[in-house]
């Protein structure tokens, strides 16, 4: 795509105000605001209806800024080296000297911390003096917006400015994984666990569910277009959306398929697109069939049971 440096320029000049902007990312759309300003901090968290105990993942450009932040260690650099940029979020333990404020974590000795490799937010991010705190773009428990015109949906004159960046790639957030002490994944998300796992060569457990929230994505409800949802339906109710996995040779008007050869990939990047538009087409709610559970399948399944809780 085409870099725009004069939109990019406008974003960055907001961002010095301690403004919140939209930036893309090649996981969703992100609101990003200073993440060394409380006052940046409190206006995401007010413009996304956010709770407090849920924390901000903070975007660096590189390793230099984030070592005046975070501790670092040998499992965090293998990843880095790995995926970075990507789609992958890292909780470290905050230096005592860091300057993130207390907002953005919730007073955690913790930081969540991600680099997007999203070129025209890459070019932000080299631009700004400051790391950025960006959740997703969306209001708090909807479903997150892969695209400038969803996040102007759910905020319309709210958000100073909506960084143009297309459609994001994965269409799904990233994958949060703890590395303090024991590898351990805090949320399911575009970088598949088998994947981490072969590059650290050891297993990784899994803790999306816990009773204290300790990084984004964990609220039970989460997701959600707004409209009830059912899983691993079999047979539809009348008047339902009916959402399925692979494309088949039923054409039906209320038939909605992720895939067209059943790709996981693709069907995670259609998944909110296509969750939305159900919305928009007036149905009271959607009954979706099974979804493989594998790969990134788990993380569609995360984001589908999470969503079913409305």
Known sequence: MKINLA??????????KRECVAIP????????GNAYSDTACKK????????AKNPLIVHYYDLKK???????NDNFLKLYKKFCPGPITFVLNQKKTSKISKIATNKKKTLAVRFPKHPVTRILLKYLKFPIAAPSANISTKISAVTSSE????????IKYILEGGRSSDGIES????LRKKPKILRLGALEIEIIQKILKKKISININPSKISAPGQLRIHYSPGIPIRLNVKKIKKEEAFLLFKKNKINKTNYYFLTKKGNLKEAAKNLYTILRKIKKDNYKSIAVGKIPNKGIGKTINDRLLRASKF
Do not use: H, M, Q, S
Not at 44 to 51: A, C, H, S, T
């Open 25 to 32: 990312t090649e996981t969703v759309y992100g609101i990003a």
């Open 7 to 16: 939109n990019i320029k406008k974003a960055k000049n907001l961002l010095n």
């Open 44 to 51: 995401i968290f007010r413009l996304k209806n956010r709770p």
């Open 151 to 158: 996040v102007k949906e759910d905020f319309g004159k709210k």
């Open 175 to 178: 994958t949060i994984i703890d």
């Open 66 to 72: 984030l070592r005046d932040d975070c501790e670092l």
